[in-house]
């Protein structure tokens, strides 16, 4: 079955405290992997696209990367703003159009 | 600015009623999607349409109805018919395989 979990559910981090979120999938042809961010009452906003192992991408305090199983993105030394909900989605070919499978997200509280 | 539109923010639905969430796009895409998004899981597929006139189901399509008559818009009916319509609905649009982008949503719920 496709699949895509996201860990920790929740993670509290002092500000400047660095740590990673993870995304690990079990689908059958992996077209992309997204990150997107999402605060609350508000849509997701992309991220990052990542599209074959060994591929990262870097903005501001966050990198994201890519293996054949799992994604991470990683946080260095975060800032109170950083705080929202962390989603990644797998893109796969299916029913004759670009799938997106969805994680339940990480929720990030980074306090000062 | 180029953007995904949702109305209304906020929705209330009686016993039996039908209710319609908006959603226009001026980015240009041919593509657009509605996903539903609960407490603890990943978002859910509702339909998605991939051009004017044209549109296929999801994951859980059953309850609900669209439309796509214009590039620019996508509405969604929830009918009487969904029994767990509560939830926060979220528009999105993309072109082909690239990353979709997302509207703010509507959260319905029930009176």
């Known amino acids: 079955e496709d699949q895509v979990t996201q860990s920790p559910e929740a993670l509290r981090l002092q500000e400047g405290e660095s740590s990673s979120l993870n995304c690990s999938y079990t689908?059958?042809?992996?077209?992309?992997l997204f990150w997107y961010r999402q605060d609350p009452g508000k849509g997701p906003e992309f991220l990052f696209t990542?599209?074959?192992a060994g591929e990262e991408k870097e903005k501001e305090r966050l990198k994201a990367t890519l293996t054949k199983k799992e994604s991470f993105l990683h946080i260095t030394a975060p800032k109170p703003e950083d705080s929202a909900t962390y989603l990644c989605?797998?893109?796969?070919?299916?029913?004759?159009?670009?799938?997106?499978?969805f994680g339940a997200g990480t929720r990030l509280a980074v306090h000062p | 600015d180029g953007g995904i539109t949702q109305s209304p923010k906020y929705l209330f639905r009686k016993e039996g009623q039908n209710v319609t969430l908006s959603c226009e796009q001026n980015l240009n895409h041919d593509a657009m999607y509605w996903y539903r998004q609960d407490p603890g899981q990943g978002l859910r597929l509702i339909y998605y349409s991939q051009i004017v006139n044209d549109f296929q189901k999801g994951d859980i399509a059953e309850g609900y109805s669209v439309s796509r008559e214009k590039k620019e818009s996508f509405p969604l009916t929830v009918t009487s018919a969904q029994k767990n319509p509560t939830a926060f609905y979220l528009c999105a649009s993309s072109f082909s395989n690239q990353p979709q982008h997302f509207g703010d949503g509507t959260r319905l719920s029930i009176l």
């Open positions: 990542l599209y074959s």
């Open positions: 689908v059958s042809g992996l077209r992309g």
């Open positions: 989605a797998v893109q796969m070919f299916s029913g004759g159009y670009n799938k997106l499978i």
